[in-house]
């Protein structure tokens, strides 16, 4: 809380002047958010989770959440390029002590450093637990460097990001495994560039890797264990900050929801929508899916902290809930406001197309189904 105090001031300044007044023309132009990276940056924000002894603000989850719930009720793509890094940061921070590996931990720390994950592929597809994409010795210097070839798709912040947190194939044997990537290396490009329906800004783009070589101590973890590491340090974060997303972006579309529907008037009787039953019933059902979406988030983060046997089960629960509460509300927003939604003034039109996003991200809202549901069905056998 102590920590959360010191932040908000700070994360307010930097919504309001940079990250706001900026996301029309983010989503118009699709472009990469680079100043709010900056400003981000600059703010300490890029390294709230990294550990004060590289300088970072040594922040958690619960700090985090905070910060995407916020940026997302303005700008999702903001918010969504800011959990990738955070996801990618999570990853990074458990295996410092290298110094390569510290020298990237305290560029993140500082703000002068962007990572993400590049974990989904072409093949595998939502399946990301089964990568294609291979390592392997590399010629006269086998056993201290690995080559990569993939081909990866939709990863957040590609060809912008300073690193990628990839996973693929284990070396030897099964499983998978996970590597600090710098996004710069020979052998990495991207093949063609994101236009999407939403989070436009976010450059989500296919990455493809011909024979590029990675030296092993950027391996995170062991070989073939990139599930068991993926399970304890990004699973967390993933689903918990990708939920946050929704959750804020429902309050933002209900925020300028309501303010049309009260400031807008019927000429005939002086009334306003908001005066018509219809669409106060409208907004409070709506209001209701973005609390019982955000409260079953809280439970997640409490599940988490406090180390509760739930703690899987209310992590996937948080991002299948939030992904489908975010569809139905931004609906809504889209209904009541009527032709008004459509246009980009408003700023509902935007935030109903990025709401898109959540529940095909992988792992996607019917792949969780499957896997709650098997869940429940081994428990009675």
Avoid at 159 to 165: H, L, P
Avoid at 279 to 308: E, F, N, S
Wanted: charged share 20%; hydrophobic share 45%.
């Amino acid at each position: 809380m102590e920590l959360w105090q010191q932040l908000e001031p700070r994360l307010e300044q930097v919504v309001r002047e940079v990250i706001a007044p900026a996301a029309e023309e983010t989503d118009r132009q699709a472009r990469y958010p680079r100043a709010a990276l900056n400003a981000l940056g600059k703010a300490g924000l890029l390294g709230l989770l990294s550990s004060t002894e590289v300088g970072g603000l040594g922040g958690g989850l619960p700090e985090a959440v905070r910060v995407i719930e916020r940026i997302a009720q303005d700008c999702p793509c903001t918010a969504m390029v800011l959990t990738m890094h955070y996801c990618g940061v999570a990853l990074i921070e458990p295996f410092g002590g290298a110094p390569e590996m510290d020298a990237v931990r305290r560029d993140i720390a500082a703000g002068r450093h962007v990572s993400t994950l590049a974990v989904s592929e072409a093949a595998s597809r939502s399946h990301i637990w089964a990568p294609a994409g291979t390592a392997s010795d590399a010629g006269e210097e086998a056993g201290d460097v690995v080559q990569l070839n993939a081909l990866k798709s939709m990863i957040t912040s590609a060809g912008e990001a300073d690193s990628y947190v990839w996973i693929s194939r284990a070396t030897q044997g099964e499983g998978n495994t996970l590597w600090l990537v710098d996004s710069r290396l020979p052998g990495l490009r991207i093949p063609s560039q994101f236009d999407g329906m939403g989070l436009r800004g976010n450059a989500s783009s296919p990455i493809a890797a011909e024979n590029v070589v990675v030296p092993r101590h950027f391996m995170l973890g062991a070989d073939g264990a990139g599930e068991a590491v993926k399970g304890q340090h990004l699973m967390p974060f993933f689903t918990t900050l990708i939920a946050t997303t929704s959750v804020g972006l429902m309050q933002g579309v209900l925020r300028r929801a309501l303010q049309h529907v009260a400031g807008t008037r019927f000429s005939s009787t002086g009334g306003s929508l908001a005066d018509l039953p219809t669409i106060r019933a409208y907004l409070a059902k709506a209001q209701l899916k973005a609390d019982q979406a955000q409260l079953l988030r809280d439970d997640a983060v409490v599940a988490v902290q406090t180390g509760r046997a739930d703690a899987r089960t209310r992590l996937l629960q948080c991002k299948a809930a939030a992904a489908e509460a975010a569809l139905e509300v931004s609906d809504t927003a889209m209904r009541v406001c009527g032709g008004a939604a459509f246009r980009k003034e408003l700023g509902i039109e935007r935030l109903f197309r990025d709401a898109r996003a959540a529940s095909v991200m992988a792992p996607t809202t019917d792949v969780i189904y499957d896997l709650l549901g098997k869940s429940l069905c081994e428990a009675v056998a």
